[in-house]
């Protein structure tokens, strides 16, 4: 499987602070990425899709650059119910084929401080 | 609706038992996908299933790890004569189309091989 690399943190971000991570990818025909929220014990979500063009969802904003292979999470204002683990995914394939390179992160800790 | 369920929550394997994990995925849902997560880090993909097709297993980790989803619907994982190293959070995931839509995850079953 192709390496997907993030910084584990943890990032220890004062409550209302702008805080932004990347996630590195190795195989540069990735197709697909995303953010996922995965908070502790629970299952991951779906946080965001992130588009060629960047894409935004209120506070938050996700940006992919192909040239240098990696996807970035940018969060404004933080809240302290954003304390999360954050997991970058990447997928090589379309649907109908194998699932080669559909790959998560190790995930970014990271820890809203009020 | 109802969201991905898996049972059973939790598990407690003497080691060299089998056991057998379900995945119940939302209704309409192509494909299907297996991960397993230990403590601290992202999930690894160990399969993924398109209707009752299994398109790729190359992420189960032995022979001793199978895989099923004979009706496009319900997935069982089973693992036989389990090792203290396959404890982990095995966690089933759902999306309306492939590899490039949305994953619904389900609670997780915990596994621990005593």
């Known amino acids: 499987r192709k390496e997907v690399e993030q910084d584990p943190g943890p990032f220890n971000v004062p409550e209302g602070a702008t805080v932004a991570f990347n996630c590195t990818y190795s195989n540069s025909a990735s197709q697909s990425f995303f953010w996922y929220r995965q908070d502790c014990r629970k299952e991951p979500k779906l946080l965001m899709s992130?588009?060629?063009s960047g894409n935004e969802d209120g506070r938050f904003t996700a940006q992919l650059n192909r040239a240098s292979q990696y996807i970035s999470l940018l969060i404004r204002d933080s809240k302290l119910s954003d304390s999360a683990t954050y997991l970058c995914?990447?997928?090589?394939?379309?649907?109908?084929?194998?699932?080669?390179?559909?790959?998560f992160g190790k995930g970014t800790h990271l820890i809203i401080q009020p | 609706g109802a969201g991905v369920s898996q049972s059973p929550r939790y598990k407690v394997a003497k080691r060299g038992q089998d056991v057998a994990l379900r995945c119940d995925p939302i209704s309409g849902h192509v494909s299907l996908f297996w991960y397993q997560q230990a403590l601290g880090q992202g999930p690894e993909f160990l399969t993924y299933?398109?209707?009752?097709?299994?398109?790729?297993k190359s992420g189960l980790p032995s022979d001793r790890f199978f895989a099923e989803r004979p009706e496009g619907s319900v997935s069982t994982l089973k693992i036989q004569r389990t090792q203290q190293e396959d404890s982990a959070v095995y966690l089933c995931?759902?999306?309306?189309?492939?590899?490039?839509?949305?994953?619904?995850f389900g609670p997780g079953t915990r596994l621990l091989v005593l």
């Open positions: 995931a759902s999306s309306l189309t492939g590899l490039s839509g949305t994953q619904y």
């Open positions: 995914v990447v997928t090589l394939s379309y649907s109908g084929g194998g699932a080669d390179g559909l790959t």
């Open positions: 992130v588009y060629s």
């Open positions: 299933f398109q209707n009752e097709a299994q398109l790729d």
